[in-house]
């Protein structure tokens, strides 16, 4: 009976709407928001830190369901086992669910600082507007993705009410580094977002242009990456732990000129790597 009960239409839709949080995504965002807390130095602060983090959760569940929502045609081509697409999660309730986690992510900052608030209003209106607005905007979806991801940063060092120097290039840092990502996977996606008819930065200027922009802001990121240690927020330990990053976005990036798939794997990889040596940091500072 149990597996009869776990066969039947029901389940089958509650596991696609799980599968539109894309879970991995959200405890990825989720542990991003509180490396911006500890970043900034509200550790002692747990109760903002958990509310900003749980947050987090609605927002990035919420914002990957009504993409899929928006994005069903074009999944359809790009992404077939997509829930939507295959039959898992009728449209009409993937856009009811996201909705339902939207409320979530609105009324939990209501108990945050000021400064968290605005950013969380800003975010939930370019998750909403992301796809069906700017998505198909030769560089300018790229930018509002590699904006909220670097802002989980922000939002949770603005959430415990701790010093946002540090954070802020953490957030330059991880920005440019989702930027160049980002434009890696359109060249990766070019031939079903053609299909659709939307205007990305590869189809607007060819794959070999775009990825020398995706360069660009790779060699930013790398640029900016030492400024904790220069400006003497950070010692030595901090450049140390900070090597692997660089060598991880160096090596994506070069790998994306023959390889996107293994290219953009490698630059979210060295994204997270970033954040860990800013934590290692903290930590090297606090001790």
């Known amino acids: 009976l149990i597996l009869q009960a776990g066969d039947g239409p029901d389940m089958k839709t509650a596991r696609g709407a799980i599968e539109l949080m894309r879970p991995g995504n959200a405890i990825a965002a989720c542990g991003l928001t509180f490396i911006g807390a500890f970043v900034a130095g509200g550790a002692g602060t747990p109760v903002l830190a958990s509310l900003a983090v749980l947050a987090t959760t609605f927002a990035t569940s919420g914002g990957n369901a009504i993409n899929d929502y928006f994005d069903r045609e074009i999944d359809a081509i790009n992404q077939p086992n997509r829930p939507i697409p295959r039959g898992a999660v009728p449209p009409n309730i993937a856009l009811g669910f996201s909705v339902t986690l939207f409320i979530g992510a609105i009324a939990l900052p209501l108990l945050l600082p000021l400064a968290a608030i605005v950013i969380a209003v800003i975010n939930l209106i ?59 996977k359109d060249v990766e996606d070019i031939e079903g977002d053609r299909e659709e008819g939307l205007n990305t930065l590869p189809i607007a200027v060819g794959k070999r242009p775009a990825l020398f922009v995706a360069a660009v802001f790779v060699g930013f990121a790398i640029v900016v990456s030492p400024a904790p240690y220069l400006l003497g ?45 800013f934590v290692i940091g903290r930590i090297a500072v606090v001790v």
Do not use: C, H, W
């Open 126 to 184: 370019a998750l909403v507007a992301y796809t069906e607005l700017f998505k198909g905007l030769p560089g300018v979806g790229n930018a509002l993705v590699a904006y909220l991801t670097g802002s989980t940063f922000l939002y949770g060092g603005a959430a415990v009410g701790g010093d946002l120097r540090t954070v802020l290039i953490l957030f330059v840092l991880a920005a440019g580094a989702t930027m160049a990502r980002e434009i890696v």
């Open 233 to 277: 927020t950070f010692g030595s330990t901090y450049l140390l732990v900070l090597a692997p990053t660089i060598a991880g976005l160096v090596a994506g990036m070069y790998r994306s000129f023959t390889d996107p798939t293994r290219g953009q794997s490698l630059l979210k990889a060295s994204m997270f790597l970033a954040a860990i040596a």
